[in-house]
T-cell receptor, first 116, second 115 residues
Framework: QKEVEQNSGPLSVPEGAIASLNCTYS??????FFWYRQYSGKSPELIMSIYSNGDKEDGRFTAQLNKASQYVSLLIRDSQPSDSATYLCAVNPRHAGGTSYGKLTFGQGTILTVHP | DAGVIQSPRHEVTEMGQEVTLRCKPI?????LFWYRQTMMRGLELLIY????????DSGMPEDRFSAKMPNASFSTLKIQPSEPRDSAVYFC?????????????FGPGTRLLVL
């Protein structure tokens, strides 16, 4: 089992729709979760971080975390063509009080295409 | 701030040659990370430093790879000798601990092609 798994995609949604991206992780003790966006030929950039169970909203983006089920998701509302990119889920597998700060494990990414 | 700076942006070399990739982190950041990205394996952490000290190099694929951070503003990743399977995009990232924000800021990457 991979440490971080994402739905393989590619995912295609019409402009204005909600895009739902999912990620599961294997280390139950993980504490920190991140969503990065990577445009083709560019470097990853952070969209959202989430540390506690529940939802975290930032503009059109909502991250959802369920530690009991070991999944984290990203919802993009009112999807725009400019949202077309690869979305990378990243997990810091450190446990509470651990010292592996910043040691992120990335999923393979989900390619999202928003068509007009 | 100029962000994380990497050089060269593109590198084409022949198998067996030495390759040196360079990175300048964001000023004031105390963590520096080296990643490799390929279609097959995705984005992999190779090594990371805290205050210029290597913390975890378990992701370094083999002895042909080495990394150094002689000071807070410069790091190198060296491959010697290079092989075609080393062809990938190599990213450097930096972050600042102690702020509650674990954001890693990535450089533009070095696209390496080993022939």
């Amino acid at each position: 089992q991979k440490e971080v798994e994402q739905n393989s995609g590619p995912l295609s949604v019409p402009e204005g729709a909600i895009a739902s991206l999912n990620c599961t992780y294997s280390d139950r003790g993980s504490q920190s979760f991140f969503w990065y966006r990577q445009y083709s030929g560019k470097s990853p950039e952070l969209i959202m971080s989430i540390y506690s169970n529940g939802d975290k909203e930032d503009g059109r983006f909502t991250a959802q975390l369920n530690k009991a089920s070991q999944y984290v998701s990203l919802l993009i509302r009112d999807s725009q063509p400019s949202d077309s990119a690869t979305y990378l889920c990243a997990v810091n597998p450190r446990h509470a009080g651990g010292t592996s700060y910043g040691k992120l494990t990335f999923g393979q990414g989900t390619i999202l295409t928003v068509h007009p | 701030d100029a962000g994380v700076i990497q050089s060269p942006r593109h590198e084409v070399t022949e198998m067996g040659q030495e390759v040196t990739l360079r990175c300048k982190p964001i000023s004031g950041h105390d963590y520096l990370f080296w990643y490799r990205q390929t279609m097959m394996r995705g984005l992999e952490l190779l090594i990371y430093f805290n205050n210029n000290v290597p913390i975890d190099d378990s992701g370094m694929p083999e002895d042909r790879f080495s990394a150094k951070m002689p000071n807070a503003s410069f790091s190198t990743l060296k491959i010697q000798p290079s092989e075609p399977r080393d062809s990938a995009v190599y990213f450097c990232a930096s972050s600042l601990a102690g702020t509650g924000d674990e954001t890693q800021y990535f450089g533009p990457g070095t696209r390496l092609l080993v022939l």
